[in-house]
């Protein structure tokens, strides 16, 4: 889903009121994260019993709200240590999918120098 972009993802570890829409999450970026809501980045957000999530996404004329509820399941969220923690595009595909993040080894990257 996000893999192909380039944007941060910002996962915000702590649980918030899930009645936020929009205006509720922009104000919460920018006031309590210190952060820029229209930057390109995602953030994303939890509910209490981790079964929701909602992903923000400013598109450069207006915010994408995407929202999933797991029916019998529960999304595993890395401890709430700092407020914000960035993830990449394929660690957000393997949350969403219920996968825990901090288990899963990140590929590493090859940088070839050499070609033949």
């Not at 929009?22 to 006031?31: C, P, R, S, Y």
């Not at 939890?46 to 709200?65: H, P, Q």
């Not at 595993?76 to 993040?101: A, C, H, M, R, Y």
Request: hydrophobic share 40%; glycine share 6%.
């Amino acid at each position: 889903m996000f893999s192909s972009f380039n944007a941060k993802v910002w996962l915000y570890r702590k649980p918030i009121d899930f009645r936020k829409q929009i205006d509720g999450l922009v104000l919460l970026i920018a006031e309590h994260l210190r952060d820029d809501p229209t930057s390109g980045h995602v953030f994303a957000f939890r509910n209490k019993s981790a079964n929701k999530i909602k992903l923000l996404y400013w598109e450069g004329d207006g915010f994408w709200l995407m929202y999933k509820r797991l029916e019998k399941r529960r999304f595993k969220f890395p401890s709430v240590e700092d407020t914000k923690f960035e993830i990449n595009g394929e660690q957000l595909q393997w949350l969403l999918s219920g996968l825990d993040i901090m288990k899963i080894e990140k590929k590493s990257c090859l940088k070839i120098v050499n070609f033949y």
